[in-house]
């Protein structure tokens, strides 16, 4: 099994410049969340999802949007980059009633997506 | 606001030893604390994870305390191996069922 697959791995924009990572999960779990991960701060949520067509806002979802249009995908959205969303992207992915390998509560994570905005 | 944080940002030890690494919460209506391990280039990994019901879980070389009244959280590594060098995070979940995360310790282990 893949589990959780980000794309793309690595991206370079300029300042203004939209993207969109994707996250794409096998597991067929039910949550998905987006995270940041700055030096010395750790991993931030960002947005998530509780379900198809559901999104929610984390501690720090200004700058980003989300959309989970099919159960198994969670896309993060940069409408005007700015330089201090370079970071680390997180995605994850957990299955609330337990019934994957891992437990109800455990998020399984993608490998990361790193973004420089310059 | 209420937030997961952590003692200490940084802690080596000699192999062989063993570890034991600090977080505090505050959010007491967290029903449900993970312990996650980071190493470079790659995504957090699940150690441990325990329940607010109860003040102890141990697994394979790794156990995990929860006090509930001063709101702390820990990680104790037995016997610690130079594998075992990497970042380690506490997250929370909230009754929100959002996850939220520490900043994080990194382990050194020397050899």
């Known amino acids: 099994n893949a589990g959780v697959t980000q794309t793309p791995k690595f991206r370079v924009l300029k300042t203004g410049q939209s993207m969109t990572l994707l996250c794409a999960q096998d597991m067929n779990h039910e949550y998905m969340y987006w995270y940041r991960q700055d030096p010395g701060m750790g991993l931030r949520l960002i947005h998530y999802s509780v379900g198809e067509g559901t999104t929610a806002k984390g501690e720090v979802p200004d700058g980003y949007n989300v959309s989970r249009l099919k159960k198994q995908n969670f896309l993060l959205g940069l409408e005007s980059a700015a330089p201090s969303q370079t970071s680390v992207y997180f995605c994850?992915?957990?299955?609330?009633?337990?019934?994957?390998?891992?437990?109800?509560?455990?998020?399984?994570f993608g490998a990361g997506s790193r973004l420089t905005v310059l | 606001g209420e937030s997961v944080g952590l003692h200490l940002p940084t802690l080596s030890v000699q192999e062989g030893d063993n570890s034991i690494i600090n977080c505090a919460y505050s959010?007491?209506?967290?029903?449900?604390f993970i312990w996650y391990k980071q190493e470079s280039g790659k995504g957090p990994q699940f150690i441990i994870d325990i329940r607010s019901n109860m003040d102890k879980r141990q697994g394979q070389r790794v156990t995990v305390l929860l006090n509930k009244t001063v709101k702390h959280l820990s990680l104790q590594i037995a016997a610690t191996q130079p594998g075992d060098s990497a970042v380690y995070f506490c997250a929370e979940k909230r009754n929100n069922n959002d996850m939220r995360f520490g900043a994080g310790t990194r382990l050194t282990v020397k050899p």
């Open positions: 959010n007491s209506a967290s029903d449900y």
């Open positions: 994850a992915s957990r299955d609330p009633l337990g019934r994957s390998s891992s437990g109800a509560n455990v998020l399984t």
